[in-house]
């Protein structure tokens, strides 16, 4: 069962002299809550709260583009959610959300089913609406330069042409401060239309090759979010780069 979200059910703190980008503050946006996760404290030492994570599979929405390669965002959401035990029951900002957690960090779920070259009008108002900051809005897209089932973790970038990269970017007072998560679909082959290539679901060979990325995109997401961008973002990406080159 689908619900409503009215209020989310945990909340985050900044400092009062924390400058808040304008996408946060706008008035048309009633931000009464965000998210906090608190560990209790334990002997002497402090109490720990973490900045939330809003995760953001970019896709389009109904069965008619399960499987395709645009789609691909959905489903590391889909995984994330499986792995981490989140539900995705709650529409909000006319995206499909789930709250929950990932170890002790606070993270937020988001498919926008506003078509994926209008994901923006969903990423801008849950941002605002949970103040989370830019640098933990992680958009998970496909990216045709890369080639299939190839991942790739940046703390930020253009749009690269992608549509509805370019649109979260608009609507983030068109700042790429954030981070993305790429996964590679390749090129399409000969003169083949890119929107054709796009909407076409994936052979058996490639199949295999993209639900091996999602096993690793899971274990990236999480990474991410428990340590930062640190050494083992740059060791995976260069494991992602040479995955399928032979010695």
Not at 1 to 12: E, G, Q, T, V
Not at 48 to 74: A, C, Q, S
Not at 227 to 240: K, L, M, Y
């Amino acid at each position: 069962m689908l619900h409503a979200a009215s209020a989310p059910a945990f909340c985050a703190t900044y400092p009062r002299n924390l400058h808040c980008p304008r996408y946060i503050i706008n008035p048309s946006v009633k931000a009464k809550f965000s998210v906090r996760c608190s560990v209790p404290q334990t002997n002497n030492e402090a109490k720990v709260e973490f900045t939330p994570w809003l995760i953001v599979g970019l896709g389009n929405p109904g069965t008619k583009y399960h499987g395709t390669r645009h789609n691909v965002g959905f489903e590391i959401i889909d995984s994330v959610s499986r792995a981490e035990g989140i539900r995705m029951n709650t529409i909000q900002s006319k995206a499909l959300i789930g709250i929950g957690s990932i170890g002790e960090v606070p993270v937020l779920l988001a498919k926008p089913q506003t078509y994926i070259n209008f994901s923006g009008e969903s990423v801008g108002p849950l941002a605002a609406y949970y103040r989370v900051p830019l640098r933990h809005i992680l958009v998970v897209y496909d990216e045709m330069s890369l080639p299939n089932g190839v991942l790739r973790l940046q703390q930020k970038g253009g749009h690269g042409h992608h549509n509805g990269l370019k649109d979260v970017i608009g609507h983030l007072e068109s700042s790429r401060e954030f981070p993305r998560l790429a996964i590679g679909i390749g090129n399409p082959p000969g003169t083949m239309d890119v929107k054709a290539f796009l909407l076409q679901k994936f052979s058996s060979e490639e199949r295999k090759q993209i639900d091996d990325s999602l096993e690793q995109g899971v274990e990236a997401v999480r990474t991410l979010v428990l340590n930062g961008f640190n050494h083992h973002v740059t060791r995976f990406n260069t494991t992602q780069k040479y995955k399928y080159h032979k010695v």
